[in-house]
């Protein structure tokens, strides 16, 4: 048989090669190849069965060496009941959010920022619905400037929902913002500039690492 030609035999294992923890460029696979990683998921397997505890299960190390024991963590505490996580609260404005605090509902305007009186409104509507937190998208010096007008607005109303302040592109503008919103939400891959086109998806280490320093520029 010619190096590299597909057996007919193999076609059906053609494609699978992700599942057997072989590169995508593979073209075929020897049956030395399978039978040695059924026999490696069989070994872990009679040595994790053979623990007695339940709670605790044994790995096998990549190296030579013996079994490790570790805890066996659970997915869901109990399939039958919502059970919450330990976490450390956060304050956003006056709203506590985490822990043993209640699941907070947020939602976002849709009215132009710079429609002072009309995002006032919407804002006003959403609380009277019962939502905790209100996100405002804020593009630029002008949306920032509104903000001011809006937070006052809606003291002087006796609304004190907390706002979120949405920023993309403008670490100016989120600086700004931040003496009157409650909280700023930022996405780090473009908070930084303009620049993020994603026509570049392969970094080395030294270009990450300059990415990393200009965001924190």
Do not use: W
Not at 88 to 105: D, F, K, Y
Not at 129 to 138: E, N, P
Not at 149 to 154: F, G, Q, V
Not at 181 to 209: C, H, M, S
């Amino acid at each position: 048989m010619a190096s590299g030609t597909v057996p007919a035999s193999f076609m059906g294992l053609k494609g699978r090669e992700s599942g057997l923890g072989f590169a995508k460029s593979v073209d075929f696979v020897r049956v030395s190849d399978v039978q040695r990683v059924k026999s490696q998921r069989k070994r872990i397997a009679v040595i994790r069965n053979s623990t007695p505890n339940p709670e605790i299960t044994q790995l096998e190390p990549a190296s030579e060496g013996s079994p490790l024991l570790v805890p066996r963590q659970k997915y869901c505490e109990s399939l039958h009941k919502t059970m919450r996580r330990k976490t450390r609260t956060v304050m956003v404005g006056n709203v506590a959010l985490g822990s043993e605090h209640p699941i907070r509902i947020q939602t976002m305007t849709t009215t132009d920022t710079k429609d002072v009186s009309g995002t006032v409104e919407e804002v006003m509507r959403i609380a009277d619905k019962g939502a905790d937190i209100v996100r405002i998208t804020v593009q630029g010096k002008k949306e920032a400037d509104a903000c001011f007008e809006i937070k006052n607005s809606l003291v002087q109303k006796s609304y004190n929902i907390p706002l979120v302040a949405d920023i993309h592109f403008a670490p100016s503008v989120a600086l700004r913002v931040a003496e009157c919103f409650d909280k700023i939400r930022v996405n780090p891959g473009n908070f930084a500039d303009r620049r993020a086109q994603f026509e570049k998806l392969d970094y080395t280490e030294e270009d990450y690492q300059k990415e990393l320093e200009h965001i924190e520029e």
